[in-house]
T-cell receptor, first 113, second 116 residues
Framework: DTGVSQDPRHKITKRGQNVTFRCDPISEHNRLYWYRQTLGQGPEFLTYFQNEAQLEKSRLLSDRFSAERPKGSFSTLEIQRTEQGDSAMYLC???????????FGSGTRLTVV | AQKITQTQPGMFVQEKEAVTLDCTYDTSDPSYGLFWYKQPSSGEMIFLIYQGSYDQQNATEGRYSLNFQKARKSANLVISASQLGDSAMYFCAMREVSFGNEKLTFGTGTRLTIIP
């Protein structure tokens, strides 16, 4: 069990560029979550996968955001045409479901300049 | 409507003293779970303690305990004998289940600073 890995740790991009983040969950966890955390706030739910199925998306997830989990293992979160308001920490978490075991990654800090 | 409320944006506590971080929640679901996470400046969310809505006893994990008052819908975190390494952001969260899907909803957090 190596924990939840996120890559990259930091990303600086120019406004209008596309960015993609990767999350590798704990291998036996079938549930995967993406959260966004802006400065001074708690994490806000973005989307949730159970295996490869994306079961819930927040209204925060505009059309510029897309997430995939193609084989029920790792997941990617892509932001197209980035805006300054997208600057935030993007956190990934995984769980088995139904219990108390949500494990978070260290996050990807995105800065849009 | 805000489902998790943390009313203390920041707290300063002398080292070795106990500290209580407040959390109230709102749900109509009889089955729910309450969590506390610690977030140091490095950014990772570290799980501290969990309380299920049907648990009869207050949860404890080492120096952490959760003061669960179900009727008042409060789930305060108590840290005994605080240490300098406890300085961090602390988030209360609730597991919500909707149509079989579950997720965590977080409060706005409390920044705890331990003074030597």
């Amino acid at each position: 069990d190596t924990g939840v890995s996120q890559d990259p740790r930091h990303k600086i991009t120019k406004r209008g560029q596309n960015v993609t983040f990767r999350c590798d969950p704990i291998s036996e966890h079938n549930r995967l979550y993406w959260y966004r955390q802006t400065l001074g706030q708690g994490p806000e739910f973005l989307t949730y996968f159970q295996n490869e199925a994306q079961l819930e998306k927040s209204r925060l997830l505009s059309d510029r955001f897309s997430a995939e989990r193609p084989k029920g293992s790792f997941s990617t979160l892509e932001i197209q045409r980035t805006e300054q308001g997208d600057s935030a920490m993007y956190l990934c978490a995984s769980s088995r479901g139904g219990g108390n075991g949500y494990t978070f990654g260290s996050g990807t800090r995105l800065t849009v300049v | 409507a805000q489902k998790i409320t943390q009313t203390q944006p920041g707290m300063f506590v002398q080292e070795k003293e106990a500290v209580t971080l407040d959390c109230t929640y709102d749900t109509s679901d009889p089955s729910y779970g309450l969590f506390w996470y610690k977030q140091p400046s490095s950014g990772e969310m570290i799980f501290l303690i969990y309380q299920g809505s049907y648990d009869q006893q207050n949860a404890t994990e080492g120096r952490y305990s959760l003061n669960f008052q179900k009727a008042r819908k409060s789930a305060n975190l108590v840290i005994s004998a605080s240490q300098l390494g406890d300085s961090a952001m602390y988030f209360c969260a609730m597991r919500e289940v909707s149509f079989g899907n579950e997720k965590l909803t977080f409060g706005t957090g409390t920044r705890l600073t331990i003074i030597p």
